[in-house]
Nanobody, 126 residues
């Protein structure tokens, strides 16, 4: 059974970097897609980036392209979010999520994901 635990959040100055990790307690197979979402206070949860476990194809929201990179380690059943050139507007609780479908394709909609981690706080100071 897949259960997700995020780590790696913290406080960083603008322009700095953080790497978030999302480890699964169970084996992730090719029917899964993993995604990162974030939620700032008073705002809706929004899609950040995703990766199809089988193909490794990735997608991300426009505002993080060129700064954030999603990747995976099959042997560790772990997905990562490398965040560079962080901005104060990146401040949020970051959540890892997983969904399993026939084709293992990601989705940018939070409602399409059935497994969620507890979240990790990322704070970027100006």
């Amino acid at each position: 059974q897949v259960q997700l635990v995020e780590s790696g959040g913290g406080l960083v100055q603008a322009g700095g970097s953080l790497r978030l990790s999302c480890a699964s307690s169970g084996r992730i197979v090719s029917t899964y897609a993993l995604a990162w979402f974030r939620q700032a206070p008073g705002k809706e949860r929004e899609f950040v980036a995703a990766i199809a476990w089988g193909s490794g194809s990735t997608s991300s929201r426009e505002s993080v392209r060129g700064r954030f990179t999603v990747s995976k380690d099959d042997a560790k059943n772990t997905v990562y979010l490398q965040m560079n050139s962080l901005k104060p507007e990146d401040t949020a609780v970051y959540y890892c999520a997983a969904r399993s479908t026939i084709w293992g394709t990601p989705s940018p909609s939070a409602r399409d994901y059935t497994i969620w981690g507890q979240g990790t706080q990322v704070t970027v100071s100006s």
